[in-house]
T-cell receptor, first 111, second 115 residues
């Protein structure tokens, strides 16, 4: 079976740092993707991890531990425009190499 | 602007109507997807086409019928829908089953309302 978990909602203050966690149990693993989705819009790709460790892209970083089935997305210097849903998705070879999405975390950034 | 184009952006239809959603990509991707997304929920996979062949059909009701005329186009034909089918329908594409490190690219979606 496949199960991906994320916190439902988070709130943070402008300028702060926030960490959004994702835990997964899938039949296989060919990488974990993070997407950002603003309300009513399409998801947009943020980051990809397939090996353990930290990937950094500007204000956004993503970490992966395959042995723990765990990833996080770190957002620094939060801006109001970062208020959105953040989805983690695992590419699962046991699911035809398709993407299994987590429930998403709704982040609200307050002034 | 997204590289996956969906039309129409909004659609209102009655339960007896027949309509089609369209999706187009010109990135040379060989896998295309239809997702249904309800408010505050993640996208739910409906159909996957890989190299123009239907590879996954997630037990979707027959009132939804996908079609892939060629590698750039994906349609979703709708007939006799129910009010609970009202949702955002997202199309996505990716390079293919053997290219693991490339993400899906999503279109802006069609907001569907069933009266």
């Amino acid at each position: 079976g496949q199960n991906i978990d994320q916190p439902t909602e988070m709130t943070a203050t402008e300028g702060a740092i926030v960490q959004i966690n994702c835990t997964y149990q899938t039949s296989g693993f060919n990488g974990l993707f993070w997407y950002q989705q603003h309300a009513g819009e399409a998801p947009t790709f943020l980051s990809y991890n397939v090996l353990d460790g930290l990937e950094e892209k500007g204000r956004f970083s993503s970490f992966l531990s395959r042995s723990k089935g765990y990833s996080y997305l770190l957002l620094k210097e939060l801006q109001m425009k970062d208020s959105a849903s953040y989805l983690c998705a695992v590419r699962d070879p046991g699911y035809g190499q398709n993407f299994v999405f987590g429930p998403g975390t709704r982040l609200s950034v307050l002034p | 602007d997204t590289e996956v184009t969906q039309t129409p952006k909004h659609l209102v239809m009655g339960m007896t109507n027949k309509k089609s959603l369209k999706c187009e990509q010109h990135m040379g991707h060989r896998a295309m997807y239809w997702y249904k997304q309800k408010a505050k929920k993640p996208p739910e996979l409906m159909f996957v086409y890989s190299y123009e062949k239907l590879s996954i059909n997630e037990s979707v009701p027959s009132r939804f019928s996908p079609e892939c005329p060629n590698s750039s186009l994906l349609n979703l034909h709708l007939h006799a829908l129910q009010p609970e089918d009202s949702a955002l329908y997202l199309c996505a594409s990716s390079e293919g089953e053997t290219v693991f490190n490339q993400p899906q690219h999503f279109g802006d979606g069609t907001r569907l309302s069933i009266l």
